[in-house]
């Protein structure tokens, strides 16, 4: 039994950490902040709020204007002017657009992206230059908190690799042998796939086929029939937004899903299960988050969200509202004072979540989420977690020098 969460470990759990107390504010310089300053606090977004990646957009910005709007609509004293520009998932507009929100808007914060591709251009630009800081409230590229790691980079979301490690085991718990990958081929589905093969292979299994579809496409139908034709003992798939109900009901419609079960990390059925109907039925997934969890700020956050959005909460608001928690806290930690990065960045790393709706969770070196991995299933068209597959999951953040 997990002490934390209260629920049940599963044999599998993968790593653990110390959950030492860490000295948030320990060693912050006495603020430089102008007394009076009401000006507000500019919050830069880039998110997707078109295309298959939409919904996930629209779900990152309430969640982080919710929890803003929580604290008063305010950020460490001061109001808050958001600009938003859609991403529309697009790498090669990412750095104009991200220009135009730190050199034209001059924005305190930025915040996004969903994409990976798209982070890994901005953090090449936001990395260098020291500031603003940059919070990643979903893009999962392993880079941004290994290679391009920076002092004003956080992530409050995952890294590819660990809602992916943790569910190439339960695969092989599972008694599979000879395992279909199948993703969108870029950074997000590439990573995951990789990390999912890894310990899928260290625990007996064999990856036959790794089938990469090119981003956004949406037309499933030959690849589901080479799927048929190799009769592997299950499929392990990254697709999510539209892309994954689109991807989960053409799975069943080809009659694959009776006899080869699909797995993956839990952006396959995340927000999108309702859609997905009786096609999702029974998939199994590994994700850092599950909406019956049965922590408190899980159940007020829930009932909040869905009171002000008419729609469940999934977890990219979950990880908005984080996001938005540690912009309430660090700007408190500063007295308002957006200029004061040093301190931001002191704050943030020290920084300790205990009353996410995911569970508590705290920040790692690289500046990433240390935190619990959840085996989930759908159920009666609801994510039931089945346990905990891995403890205080840390990404090895290959690559970076920090901390
Ligand atoms: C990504 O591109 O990193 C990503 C997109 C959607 C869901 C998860 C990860």
Redesign the pocket.
């Given at each position: 039994m997990s002490a934390k969460t209260g629920i049940p470990r599963r044999h599998f759990l993968v790593g653990s950490v110390a959950t030492a107390g860490v000295a948030a504010l320990g060693g912050l310089s006495p603020f430089r902040f102008a007394i009076g300053n009401t000006a507000p606090v500019k919050v830069g977004i880039l998110l997707p709020y078109s295309g298959t990646?939409a919904m996930?957009g629209e779900s990152i910005t309430n969640g982080l204007k919710m929890r803003i709007g929580q604290a008063g609509g305010k950020l460490g004293g001061r109001g808050v002017e958001y600009i938003a520009l859609d991403s529309e998932m697009s790498v090669p507009k990412a750095p104009t657009n991200t220009n135009k929100l730190i050199k034209k808007e001059k924005v305190d914060f930025l915040v996004g992206p969903?994409?990976?591709g798209i982070?890994a251009a901005m953090a090449k630009i936001i990395g260098p230059r020291g500031t603003p800081l940059m919070l990643v409230p979903?893009?999962?590229?392993n880079d941004i908190t290994g290679s391009l790691c920076a002092p004003n980079i956080f992530r409050t979301s995952f890294s590819?690799w660990q809602p992916a490690f943790p569910g190439g085991k339960v695969m092989a718990d599972d008694g599979h042998k000879r395992c279909v990958t199948i993703s969108w081929k870029?950074?997000?589905g590439i990573q995951m796939m990789a990390a999912g093969r890894e310990n899928f292979e260290a625990h007996g299994g064999e990856v036959i086929k790794d089938i990469q579809v090119p981003f956004p496409n949406v037309e499933f139908q030959a690849y589901l029939s080479e799927i048929a034709a190799i009769k592997p003992d299950a499929v392990f798939s990254f697709f999510?937004?539209g892309g994954a109900v689109k991807f989960v009901k053409d799975y069943a419609a080809a009659g694959l899903k009776a006899n080869i079960p699909l797995y993956g990390p839990g952006?396959l059925t995340e927000g999108v299960a309702e859609a997905q109907g009786a096609a999702a039925e029974g998939i199994k997934t590994t994700l850092h988050y599950a909406a019956d969890l049965g922590n408190e700020a899980n159940r007020r956050f829930r009932a909040e969200y869905q009171r002000a959005f008419g729609k469940p909460a999934n977890v990219f608001s979950v990880q908005g509202y984080d996001t938005g928690s540690l912009m309430v806290r660090s700007m408190e930690a500063v007295a308002g004072d957006a200029g004061a990065t040093r301190d931001l960045i002191a704050f943030l790393e020290g920084v300790e979540v205990a009353d996410s709706p995911r569970g508590a969770w705290k920040m790692s070196r690289a500046h990433n989420p240390i935190q619990d991995i959840y085996l989930r299933q759908v159920q009666n068209g609801q994510h039931r977690v089945l346990g905990v597959v891995a403890e205080d999951l840390e990404d090895p953040a290959e690559g970076c020098s920090m901390g």
């Open positions: 990646y996930l969903v994409h990976s982070a979903n893009a999962g590229n590819n870029y950074r997000a999510s937004g952006f």
